[in-house]
């Protein structure tokens, strides 16, 4: 029989029944039959155990070059083994004895290596073991084997064959049945998988209440733990017990995620997330104030070195370098006592918490015992761990459970007939794929002659007759009519071949023709629920929701009047004094022109990401820079202003100016915008950015003749704010160039330039886009009394690019790249814009200060690079 708990639940009804079966027969899994006959008869080698048996695999690959060292590549070399280890066909291949094609060579070489590993280690691949009993005669006198519930292996038939006293009976083809008479069938279809947690609920409750209280129910699904975890809460609180049965991957465990992020600290060069994930676990014994507090510390800083974190981890938490040390080799899992006695005195956590992660630990330590027995690595621990399953079991309720959460293998091994009803969960043909596997392995089988012989579909058969079988009430067959894509799902391929049997005609595609798939027999009694009752649903629970908090809903349009004072934040002066009157920058005041709720975000609420950046900031930062000191030695060691014949002479000191700043970098404060580079790519792009800004000199040589730079970086500090729209206005101007006539242009360096700079739209119409120059502009009249005929915005980027609103009497040529006609006010003299534009600000301004913040986008281009990802008026 398959497994031990069928042995058993064979052995229980063989005797209720007084079975002849219960004297005269043994009943046991090929694997025990397999121990005791080695017992006797075997070479005084072990039969190696599954995680051996991987660990030679991973072993075998690692001495393999051409093969990959991948636990898909060791499954592959476990299917092979299991399908032909030990047979006369697969020997006659592993020692060359037929001709194969050469790329089988690989797959043989590893195959001989990993027999070798485990004679090593005195243990025996369990084919193998068949295949040296085989070739003796064991068993002369009669015996008959029956093999029930599963499908003989190559190995077990070989053998049993090879015996003149052995009659082999096969269990014959896998075949579904009607449900056991006297049992109800019926369907469930939450309409997706928010409903079916409730769906279930009620079904058994109703289930209970109706009979199958005796003998309990199953549930068996794909996910069991999940499915577990999302109604046991609600189960338990109607007074209905219910048990987890099963396995949880050993990395879910909280301590297999731990040893797995340690082992992704020592060997990977990006840690920051893998430590806080450490620092998360409750193995590390840190709380998460101090988990996440270490998280902003590593990110606010892109040099952040890997052992500068371990450092500080090693100074957060005893347990890390415990767990350090785990890692390092199998022989050091003898310090997991440690582990383990925290895990003991833990408090506060249950008894099937503290269970689970002493199977985990245990694992550990059996798996890394094996390797050293195996002399294999820590890698290929890992990899055997991997996929391992740590049983684990859970219990809600305070009596013995009457519903038994599993998956349908374990289910299929339960005693027919014991239960009172089953509900076969998740049963779509994505949740249970019949996929025929031919691989590489299958080949090489083939190849040699031997017939695998296993079908998916017969196995999928076999395990759902026998869930069919257990209920002795009520079967219930669930699938969400829609999966997580909300696109239709279909019933698995055994749920057709069943409901077939209660067809009239299965050939008649008009009996099923409905969103079911079923006979009208069944239509009747269909279990539905929707997803529109959104708490009751995602609560489990029919209760009104309560009211845990009773607040007034938020406006987002608005700052409430108490809290209108804190809006905008006082200026401190340099003698320590505040400035009155509210103070804002140019750069403000356009966020706010832009949006006044993506302002409030950005500025007031201040969703920055906590990672140190490397972008359009940080690079336009490091451009002004260079900008502003090429300029400054330009002028000192050259010229006034950058001229054609002046342009080789200028390229050599912004080379020289851009090497410098690069190199200054990595010394200032991360909070200062830096320019960092930590990868190749990010190093490139630095390059690019360098190149860029010398190509740039070509358009200033051309630019402006006739004007010379006289300001940059021109500050306007708090203690000299100048009054604008009413209020204060600071900010630091990136450049002002005059002429000898005391005109002067306005010039702010940008990155790249789109058609919001430019003053006017295509059909002539005024934009109301950027304003950030024009707020200058006036500004610089206003504190130097400049005649401003330009407020322009210069493009350092690839396309040498000028917009913003020129004077008429600027000429257009002088500003290369400039589109004369989006650019120029034509309604009168400079100063004229600078007014209106002074004008809609203080109404702007007037609005910020009542509180106005509401989501409302000047363009759809405003809401681009908004951190307000859910607000209800993004556009474009
Ligand atoms: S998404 Fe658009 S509308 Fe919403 S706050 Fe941001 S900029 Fe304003």
Same mark, same amino acid.
């Given at each position: 029989?398959?497994?031990q708990?069928?042995?058993?639940?064979?052995?229980k009804?063989a005797?209720?029944?007084?079975?002849?079966?219960?004297?005269?027969?043994?009943?046991?899994t090929?694997?025990?039959?397999?121990?005791?006959l080695w017992d006797?008869?075997g070479?005084g080698?072990?039969?190696?155990?599954?995680?051996?048996r991987l660990?030679?695999?991973?072993?075998?690959? /690692?001495?393999?070059p051409?093969l990959?060292s991948?636990?898909?590549?060791?499954?592959?070399?476990?299917r092979?083994?299991?399908g032909g280890?030990?047979?006369r066909?697969?020997d006659a291949?592993?020692?060359?004895?037929c001709?194969?094609e050469?790329?089988?060579?690989?797959? *043989?070489?590893?195959?001989?290596?990993?027999?070798?590993?485990?004679?090593?280690?005195?243990?025996?691949?369990?084919?193998?073991?068949?295949?040296? *009993?085989?070739?003796?005669?064991?068993?002369?006198?009669p015996?008959?084997?029956?093999v029930?519930?599963?499908?003989?292996?190559?190995?077990l038939t070989?053998?049993?064959?090879?015996q003149?006293?052995?009659e082999?009976e096969?269990?014959?083809?896998?075949?579904?049945?009607?449900?056991?008479?006297?049992?109800r069938?019926?369907?469930a279809?939450?309409?997706?998988?928010y409903?079916?947690? *409730?769906l279930l609920?009620?079904?058994?409750?109703?289930?209970?209440?109706?009979?199958?209280s005796?003998?309990g129910?199953?549930?068996?699904a794909r996910?069991?733990r999940?499915?577990?975890?999302s109604?046991a809460?609600?189960?338990a609180?109607?007074?209905?017990?219910v048990?987890?049965?099963?396995?949880?991957?050993?990395?879910?465990?909280?301590f297999?995620?731990?040893?797995?992020?340690?082992?992704?600290?020592?060997?990977?060069?990006s840690?920051v997330?893998?430590?806080?994930?450490f620092?998360?676990n409750?193995?590390s014994?840190?709380s998460?104030d101090?988990?996440?507090?270490?998280d902003?510390?590593a990110?606010?800083?892109?040099?952040?070195?890997?052992?500068?974190?371990i450092?500080?981890?090693r100074a957060?938490?005893?347990?890390?370098?415990?767990?350090?040390?785990?890692?390092s080799s199998?022989?050091?899992s003898?310090l997991?006592?440690?582990?383990?006695?925290?895990v003991?005195?833990?408090?506060g956590?249950?008894?099937?918490?503290r269970a689970e992660q002493?199977?985990?630990?245990s694992?550990f330590?059996?798996?890394?015992?094996d390797?050293r027995?195996l002399?294999?690595s820590?890698?290929?621990?890992f990899?055997?761990?991997?996929?391992?399953?740590v049983?684990s079991?859970?219990?809600?309720g305070?009596?013995?459970?009457?519903v038994?959460?599993?998956d349908?293998r374990?289910?299929?091994?339960?005693?027919?007939?014991?239960f009172?009803?089953?509900?076969?969960?998740?049963?779509t043909s994505?949740a249970?794929?019949l996929?025929?596997?031919?691989?590489?392995a299958a080949?090489?089988?083939?190849?040699?002659g031997?017939?695998?012989g296993?079908?998916?579909?017969?196995?999928?058969?076999?395990?759902?007759a026998?869930a069919?079988?257990?209920?002795?009430?009520?079967l219930?067959?669930?699938r969400?009519?829609k999966?997580?894509?909300?696109?239709?799902?279909?019933p698995?391929?055994?749920v057709?071949?069943?409901?077939d049997?209660y067809?009239?005609?299965?050939t008649?595609?008009?009996e099923?023709?409905?969103q079911y798939?079923?006979?009208?027999c069944?239509?009747s009694?269909?279990?539905?629920?929707?997803?529109e009752?959104?708490? +009751?649903?995602?609560?489990?629970?029919?209760? +009104?929701q309560p009211?845990?908090?009773?607040?007034?809903?938020p406006?987002l349009?608005?700052?409430?009047e108490g809290k209108?004072?804190?809006?905008v934040?006082?200026?401190?002066?340099?003698?320590?004094?505040?400035?009155?009157?509210?103070?804002?920058?140019a750069?403000?005041?356009e966020?706010?022109?832009?949006?006044?709720?993506k302002w409030?975000?950005?500025?007031? *609420?201040?969703?920055?990401?906590?990672?140190e950046?490397?972008?359009a900031?940080e690079?336009?930062?490091f451009?002004?820079?260079a900008l502003?000191?090429?300029?400054e030695?330009?002028r000192?060691?050259?010229?006034p202003?950058?001229t054609?014949e002046?342009?080789?002479a200028?390229r050599?000191?912004?080379?020289e100016v851009?090497?410098d700043l690069?190199?200054?970098q990595?010394?200032?404060?991360?909070?200062?915008?830096?320019?960092?580079?930590?990868?190749e790519?990010?190093r490139?792009?630095v390059?690019e950015?360098?190149?860029?800004?010398?190509?740039?000199l070509?358009?200033?040589?051309?630019?402006?003749?006739g004007f010379?730079?006289t300001?940059?970086?021109?500050e306007i500090?708090?203690?000299?704010a100048?009054d604008?729209?009413?209020?204060k206005?600071?900010g630091?101007i990136?450049?002002?160039?005059? /002429?000898d006539?005391g005109?002067?242009?306005?010039i702010?360096?940008?990155?790249?330039l789109s058609?919001?700079?430019d003053?006017?739209?295509s059909?002539g119409?005024?934009?109301?886009?950027?304003v950030?120059?024009?707020?200058y502009?006036?500004?610089?009249?206003?504190?130097?009394?400049?005649?401003v005929v330009?407020?322009i915005?210069?493009?350092y980027?690839?396309?040498a690019q000028?917009?913003?609103?020129?004077?008429?009497?600027l000429?257009p040529?002088?500003?290369?790249?400039?589109?004369?006609?989006?650019?120029?006010?034509?309604q009168?003299?400079?100063?004229?814009?600078?007014?209106?534009?002074e004008?809609r600000?203080?109404h702007?301004?007037?609005?910020l200060?009542?509180?106005?913040?509401?989501?409302?986008p000047?363009?759809k281009?405003?809401?681009?690079?908004?951190?307000?990802?859910?607000?209800?008026?993004?556009?474009?």
């Open positions: 029989m398959p497994g708990s069928a042995v058993e639940a064979f052995r009804k005797a209720r029944r007084h079975d002849a079966l219960s004297f005269g027969a043994t009943v046991t090929p694997a025990s039959w397999l121990e005791q006797v008869w070479d080698r072990a039969i190696a155990t599954r995680s051996q660990l030679g695999f991973f072993k075998a690959l /690692d001495n393999t051409d990959s991948s636990s898909g590549m060791a499954s592959m070399l476990m092979l083994a299991n280890l030990g047979s066909e697969l291949a592993l020692q060359g004895e001709v194969l050469e790329s089988f060579g690989p797959l *043989l070489d590893a195959l001989r290596a990993y027999e070798a590993i485990l004679a090593g280690a005195n243990l025996v691949d369990p084919g193998r073991a068949w295949g040296v *009993l085989a070739r003796r005669e064991l068993v002369s006198r015996m008959r084997v029956s029930l519930g599963m499908e003989a292996s190559n190995s070989a053998f049993c064959d090879s003149p006293g052995i082999l096969g269990e014959g083809s896998a075949q579904i049945f009607p449900a056991p008479a006297g049992v069938v019926r369907f279809f939450p309409a997706g998988g409903a079916r947690s *409730l609920c009620d079904l058994l409750k109703e289930m209970l209440e109706s009979g199958c005796e003998g129910v199953v549930v068996a996910n069991p999940v499915l577990y975890e109604i809460p609600s189960l609180e109607a007074s209905v017990s048990a987890f049965e099963g396995g949880v991957p050993f990395s879910a465990t909280d297999g995620r731990a040893l797995l992020r340690v082992r992704d600290i020592s060997t990977s060069d840690v997330a893998c430590c806080t994930d620092l998360l409750p193995f014994g840190v998460s101090a988990a996440y507090a270490f902003a510390w990110r606010a800083d892109r040099l952040t070195s890997k052992e500068a974190c450092d500080k981890m957060m938490s005893s347990s890390f370098e415990y767990f350090e040390e785990l890692i199998p022989d050091a003898v997991s006592g440690v582990v383990e006695d925290r003991r005195a833990a408090g956590v249950s008894g099937a918490y002493l199977a985990a630990l694992m330590r059996s798996v890394a015992e390797a027995r002399d294999a820590m890698d290929d621990c990899a055997a761990l991997e996929g391992a399953q049983p079991s859970r219990i809600a305070e009596s013995d459970p009457l038994r959460v599993m349908s374990r289910a299929a091994l339960l005693e027919s007939g014991s009172g009803g089953v509900i076969l969960c998740d049963m994505a249970y794929p996929n025929e596997r031919s691989d590489a080949a090489l089988l083939k190849a040699v031997i017939d695998v296993h079908s998916t579909l017969a196995d999928a058969r076999r395990v759902f026998a069919v079988a257990l209920p002795a009430r009520e219930v067959i669930e969400c009519l999966n997580e894509d909300a696109a239709e799902t279909y698995a391929a055994v057709e071949e069943f409901v049997l067809r009239n005609d299965p008649d595609a008009d099923i023709d409905n798939a079923l006979p009208s069944f239509l009694s269909i279990i539905e629920r929707g997803e009752s959104l708490y +009751e649903n995602s609560a489990v629970s029919h209760g +009104e009211a845990s908090l009773v607040d007034e809903e406006s349009a608005h700052v409430s209108l004072p804190h809006l934040l006082p200026r401190f002066l340099p003698d320590g004094g505040v400035l009155k009157v509210p103070c804002f920058s750069s403000q005041i966020s706010y022109l832009e949006c006044p709720q409030f975000s950005q500025r007031r *609420l201040r969703l920055d990401d906590l990672d950046g490397f972008g900031l690079m336009g930062d451009a002004h820079h502003k000191r090429f300029y030695r330009f000192e060691e050259v010229a202003k950058v054609g002046l342009l080789p200028a050599a000191i912004m080379h851009t090497a690069a190199a200054e990595e010394a200032r404060n991360p909070s200062d915008n830096r320019l960092v580079p930590v990868q790519l990010e490139r792009q390059q950015l360098m190149a860029r800004l010398e190509g740039y070509d358009l200033e040589s051309r630019l402006l003749p010379h730079p300001h940059f970086e021109y500090p708090v203690s000299g100048v604008y729209a009413g209020y206005l600071i630091s990136d450049r002002i160039d005059m /002429d006539a005109h002067a242009v306005i702010d360096y940008k990155g790249s058609n919001d700079y003053l006017y739209d059909e119409k005024e934009r109301g886009g950027k950030q120059a024009l707020i502009a006036q500004a610089v009249q206003r504190l130097l009394g400049l005649d330009g407020a915005y210069v493009s980027g690839r396309a000028i917009s913003g609103a020129i004077d008429v009497r000429e040529r002088h500003l290369p790249g400039i589109k004369a006609k989006a650019c120029t006010f034509a009168g003299p400079l100063s004229d814009l600078l007014d209106a534009t004008l600000v203080a702007a301004l007037d609005e200060l009542s509180g106005e913040v509401a989501p409302r000047a363009r281009e405003s809401c681009k690079h908004c951190p307000e990802i859910s607000c209800p008026q993004r556009r474009g």
